[in-house]
């Protein structure tokens, strides 16, 4: 038996950090967005034990989030394991755009679809919890607000349809060297349309200001850092067609936004979708 599933990637319409943590974690208060950028998850019940085919340079085994989402999966239901993944990614890394996370949930909720789904969404929702913060997220996706550290997740109405020009330049940033620079700052009570790492980021790379200042130039109504970074992402209301002028190894994504229902959609047809 097998299943195919589209795992998308995240933007984040507003961050906002409000303290450290004593546990080390910091505790946020974000709305989520999914976007139609894919890795795409091929899921084979049949040899014993969780054998996970991922591309070179990314963490194998059991340092990658597929693979602990899968022992988590057996543990919580003490079924066998007996499954192959495959993982083929689009998502860039160290881009926050989530693809780990959105990888994780899609292993749980391809291996609840292919037993026969022995977990409800709430035991889903403790196994993804406990995976990462972003995790949670992404059993749903749409538009979402997360607090706590990212995985106490809360449905809002869907997002008018926006278009959305992803920029990913050849560095990445990791989330904990982001956190390390974010300084607490007065801002605004309002979470939308704001990110409060993108400072952190800015000092860590100054040349993200360059792409800032190019969405401006291309149209965008408003452009933030995707999470902790290094994208950053433009917000149009009608796709955009200009061509940009990008530096060598500075990849560009042109994608709509998902909603829950188009997410739902994606996870049994993903040959046909990607």
């Not at 160290?94 to 035991?123: D, Q």
């Not at 607490?184 to 349309?193: D, E, Q, R, T």
């Amino acid at each position: 038996m097998r299943v195919t599933l589209l795992s998308p990637a995240k933007v984040n319409l507003g961050l906002k950090v409000i303290r450290r943590r004593s546990d080390g974690y910091h505790e946020v208060e974000t709305v989520l967005q999914t976007v139609a950028l894919f890795d795409r998850l091929v899921l084979t019940r049949g040899e014993p034990g969780i054998n996970l085919m991922a591309p070179a340079g990314l963490p194998q085994g059991r340092e990658n989030l597929c693979f602990i989402a899968a022992e988590s999966f057996y543990g919580r239901t003490s079924l066998d394991p007996a499954i192959s993944i495959e993982l083929t990614k689009n998502i860039p890394v160290e881009a926050g755009l989530g693809g780990g996370s959105s990888n994780a949930a899609h292993v749980l909720l391809g291996l609840n679809a292919l037993y026969g789904s022995p977990l409800e969404i709430g035991e889903l929702e403790f196994l993804a919890a406990h995976i990462g913060s972003d995790v949670p997220f992404f059993l749903r996706g749409g538009t979402a607000r997360a607090t706590g550290r990212g995985e106490v997740i809360t449905a809002l109405p869907d997002l008018n349809p926006r278009w959305l020009r992803i920029i990913k330049p050849p560095f990445g940033l990791a989330t904990a060297q982001v956190y390390a620079e974010w300084q607490p700052v007065a801002s605004s009570s309002n979470v939308h349309l704001h990110n409060d790492l993108e400072a952190a980021a800015l000092k860590l790379r100054p040349e993200l200001r360059e792409l800032k200042a190019l969405l401006a130039e291309d149209g965008a109504e408003l452009s933030l850092l995707c999470g902790s970074g290094s994208a950053i992402c433009g917000f149009y209301e009608e796709r955009p067609t200009r061509a940009l002028r990008l530096a060598e190894g500075f990849r560009e994504y042109v994608v709509p936004t998902l909603t829950a229902a188009e997410c739902q959609a994606n996870i049994l047809r993903g040959e046909s979708a990607l």
